[in-house]
């Protein structure tokens, strides 16, 4: 339990970052090497092998290991993990609120009821 | 009875949700709903299959409110919401935190209820603590399917990129 909020606080912190949701954007076309990704950045590549590590250990990407090439490549998992619980939310309120709906209906006829109920002895008291 | 009224979900600001969904009721009623355990439990319990096994209400000032759900496969879900206003039967605010983090930090939540012709607004301000936490919740709670796949992803991602 505490690796998996440990591994979403990661997952959050590393697209927080306008470069690495680009690079994740970039990888999720295809794989890429630091060059190809470096590219359309005005960045070294040491400033984007510094982003791309923080997105290894979030676990979003991984890298090759053949020596020199080491493309990136999207993992998809721990994204799947993020948007899995956050899809979730809406499904939550929805199905919660439709079921407000029905006892809603409930507590007005339940009102009604008991208005009814308290309206009864007034008029026959009125009466006497 | 079912989809009558739609549940509204747009952001606001850089680090806001709002939810807002009618109810045909008055606002009495509706308030009664969201405050008393014994109707909370009928129906604060999100899709099929999940109960609510403890739902403590105390949304005072510094009060503490706690809700667990459990679903019938045995898996548990549990929240904490410490009161930081409470106006009935207008307004509830209160910082929530759950069990197991979704997004990192805290959020602030911010219930109001406004009637009008005999039907209540209930509008959810959610306000987190930062811009991409925001983000993500806001554009992953607007599509619905669960599967973790490439095209999610890149919808999702695209949706974050176009900000």
Known sequence: ??????QLDQVFAALSDPTRRAIVARLAIG????MEL?????????AISKHLKVLERAGLISRGRVAQRRPCRLEAAPMGDASEWLDGYRRFWEASYERLDALLEEMKLERRAGAARKEKPRKRSRRR | MS??????VTGNGDREIVMSRVFDAPRELVFEAWTKPELLKRWLLGPPGWEMVICDVDYSEGGETRFVWRKDDGQEMG???IGVEFVPPERIVCIERFDVPWYPGEARTTLTFTERDGK??????????SQATRDMVLKTGMTTGVAASYDRLEEILEGVLAK
Do not use: D, I, W
Request: proline share 8%.
């Open chain 2, 3 to 8: 989809g009558k009224y739609p549940l509204q």
């Open chain 2, 79 to 81: 929240m904490t919401m």
């Open chain 1, 38 to 46: 470096a590219e359309p950045f005005a960045m070294s590549q040491p």
């Open chain 1, 31 to 34: 794989e890429a090497t630091v």
């Open chain 1, 1 to 6: 339990m505490t690796r998996h909020s440990e």
């Open chain 2, 120 to 129: 209540t607004t209930a509008r959810t301000v959610v306000r987190y603590e």
